[in-house]
Structures are given as C-alpha cells and as structure tokens.
C-alpha cells in the first residue's frame, strides 16, 4: 500500500542515558540533524524537559535557532512546546521569530507537558494542563491570525488588546501541530482547529489498533466546528533502528533498549514493567517499532498504513541511542537509501525504465551496436573485441555464425 509523497523524520526527546556528559549529548543531537539534513529527512521535533535527567533540552526554540543556521532543507519544530509552562504571547512571538529566522521551516508542535515533574515544580496541578493547553492554543491561533487586537482572561494568563507587531513570515502561518498519546484529547484539540497531528501514542502497545479510531475523532470534532482535518498533516511517532539484516539490526539495540526501559520509564517514571521476554522483537510485530532489515520496515510501514484506514502523511522516529554512534547514523543513512524511496515514488521510474530496456533490448540495442561497429569499419579499422558482438534478446550472437 505504497503512496506517494511520504515524509519522514526524528522526534526528538531527546533520550540521553543518565550519568553522559550533557553538553556532549546536545552536540550529538544537532549533529544528528545535520545528518538528516544531508540524507533528506523532512522533518525533525525538539522536545521541551525540565526534570528527570533523560531528556536534557529544555528550549526547543534555542536549539530550532541553532539547526537553522547549520542545515538547509530539514523543517523544525518544537516536539512539543507544554503550553501550560509558558504565556501563549510569548509562545506565539517567540515562533513568529523563529519563522522569520528560518525562512518559513519552523514548526510549532503543542501539548499539555509530558512529565507530571515538570508541572509539579511549577505549581500546575496535572488536572489543570490539558484545560490550559486548549485556552493557550486558542489565544495563539487568534494571535496569529493578526487581524484584530486579542483580549481574554483565564486563571493563569490575560491578554490586553494584545497583537503581534510582527506577522507571520509564512503565509498565512507556520504549520502547527498537537501532540496525541492514548487518550482522545490530542485528537479532539486538532480537530477543534483542523491542526496536524503528531501520534506518539501509535508507538504504544495498542498503538496501531487504535489508530483508524483515533482519526476519526478528529474528523468528527473537525466536522462539529467547521473545520477539515489533512491526513497528509498526520504524523505517526515509532521506534526505527535499521542493519543489513533482522538479526543484526536486533543485536545491536537490545542492550540499549533494555537500559532505556529499565532506567528511564520503569524506575524513573513509574512505567509498569512489560512481560515480554523479547520486547523489541514483539515490537516489530505488533506494528509499534521498526526494528531490522530494509524490507521489515517497509513491509512495517505499508501495515502501519493498512491500519489507518486510509492513510497518513509521514513517519517520525522516536530518536534514540540504543546502538552505538555508528550503528546509529548508519540506521538513518540506510533507511534513507532503501526505504524512503519506496514511498516517495522516486524509485518506480527508475525500476520501470529498466525494466522497458530489458523487454526492449533487441529493438532498442541492437542497432546501435551495429552503428558503432560500422564506425570503425567504415574507415578501415578493426572492430574491438567488445563489438564483435550484437545483443539479440537475452543472447549475445557471433554476427559472423548469424550465415
């Protein structure tokens, strides 16, 4: 179920393994940009952190600056700004910038906050965020539209005849999109304003299952309120690590794997811990990671697909370093070289073309060899043994047994 025109990208985090020296870990992951830059990845999502140790950026828009000035092509967003931290103002000033500052490849991902930790040191009860995440987006996306001046009130935040002296350098805004995990709420605040969606929960057990379900909330809000949800702007978030092999790709993660899930989700957050024995290998065929050769992932990808009941528009990996450096950027080099190619459609030319000279040769070739023969024999030179022969169909002939 091949489409054209798919994206594909990072999401991340980032996830830096407790006790590495943080500013080593920042520069890896703008290198790592970089790199997908270079191998033509669309798309790469900066999260925001504040507690926990693992996910050490804090600033997405400092980062977003930063890539800007050290990549081309790669658009970047923020995966995702916590609304509920910040005075929607300032968020909407801060991307209008970055828009301006990155000649229209910003992007701005939107979600109540991760991490209960964060909020909790900031005095926001987590019952609190989603509801200030909605009243945020709605004075950003009123911000933005820069058509007349904004005054509302909440318990958190008040706007005064505020406007943006500044408009948007993309017209009429730089794409925006709501993060979406298990629940319907990332669906339904999408749909409310017919945003783009980033579905990190497809990477979930579950995930997959849920999908086709999950889209249709969306459609059905974006119906209640006027607006028209894209699938194009759909984004499903999983695990990707790619090797020459299943088996290899599987050996080079499994420790690191084990030490993020370990470390990080089960002793640090709380996560319950899972009863697979096999848990990347399980992954793989429950459709939430894209662990091994070329073909597992597209055969992968084309069931992820399948599962969404008419499609999405790109795939973002979860960035991660459960192989080594080298490992690593070989996976996203690998993935780029066999595996996007089949659903950006750039491939199928090329396969048909050769193709139609193969079923064509003796047509097509045959002739020829005969014109660059005469054109030694014509002024009285020998032929080269590479033109003593002309190509008949599948067979090479001797012109001088032919009789």
């Not at 980062?63 to 995966?79: D, K, Y």
């Given at each position: 179920m091949a489409q054209r025109g798919m994206k594909f990208g990072i999401f991340l985090a980032p996830?830096?393994?407790?006790?590495?020296?943080?500013?080593?870990?920042?520069?890896?992951?703008?290198?790592?940009?970089?790199?997908?830059?270079?191998?033509?990845?669309?798309?790469?999502?900066?999260?925001?952190?504040?507690?926990?140790?693992?996910?050490?950026?804090?600033?997405?828009?400092?980062?977003?600056?930063?890539?800007?000035?050290?990549?081309?092509?790669?658009?970047?967003?923020?995966?995702?700004?916590?609304?509920?931290y910040h005075h929607p103002f300032l968020v909407a000033q801060r991307f209008v910038q970055l828009d301006h500052m990155t000649r229209g490849r910003v992007m701005l991902g939107v979600g109540p906050g991760a991490l209960p930790s964060d909020a909790y040191m900031m005095g926001i009860e987590p019952v609190h965020l989603r509801r200030r995440m909605e009243e945020s987006l709605d004075a950003i996306l009123r911000l933005l539209r820069c058509n007349e001046p904004v005054t509302m009130q909440t318990d958190w935040f008040e706007l005064r005849e505020a406007r943006l002296h500044l408009a948007p350098y993309s017209d009429p805004r730089f794409h925006i999109a709501v993060a979406s995990t298990i629940t319907p709420f990332g669906m339904v605040a999408a749909g409310k304003h017919g945003l783009g969606v980033l579905s990190i929960g497809a990477g979930l057990p579950g995930g997959p299952e849920a999908m086709a379900a999950q889209w249709r909330i969306a459609e059905e809000t974006a119906a209640q309120h006027g607006a028209t949800m894209n699938r194009k702007d759909w984004r499903i978030v999983v695990g990707m690590h790619i090797a020459e092999d299943d088996e290899e790709a599987l050996r080079q993660v499994k420790a690191g794997e084990r030490l993020e899930t370990t470390s990080y989700f089960e002793e640090t957050l709380g996560r319950v811990p899972g009863a697979s024995k096999d848990p990347v290998r399980d992954g793989v065929n429950a459709l939430t990671t894209l662990v091994g050769s070329p073909d597992t992932a597209i055969r992968v990808i084309e069931r992820l697909l399948a599962a969404s009941d008419g499609g999405f528009g790109a795939v973002m990996f979860r960035a991660h370093e459960w192989a080594n450096r080298e490992q690593t950027m070989k996976s996203y080099e690998l993935f780029a070289r066999y595996v996007m190619p089949h659903f950006q459609g750039s491939v199928a030319p090329l396969v048909g073309s050769n193709n139609w000279i193969r079923v064509n040769r003796r047509r097509i070739l045959g002739n020829n060899v005969e014109a660059v023969r005469r054109a030694f024999t014509d002024t009285g030179r020998a032929v080269p043994d590479e033109y003593r022969y002309r190509t008949v169909g599948a067979q090479d002939v001797d012109p001088a047994a032919e009789g």
């Open positions: 996830f830096h393994r407790l006790g590495e020296n943080p500013t080593l870990a920042m520069a890896r992951d703008m290198e790592l940009v970089e790199w997908l830059d270079w191998l033509g990845y669309d798309e790469a999502w900066i999260g925001e952190h504040h507690s926990a140790g693992w996910e050490v950026i804090a600033s997405p828009e400092l980062f977003i600056a930063q890539a800007a000035e050290r990549t081309r092509h790669i658009r970047l967003g923020s995966g995702v700004t916590s609304l509920p």
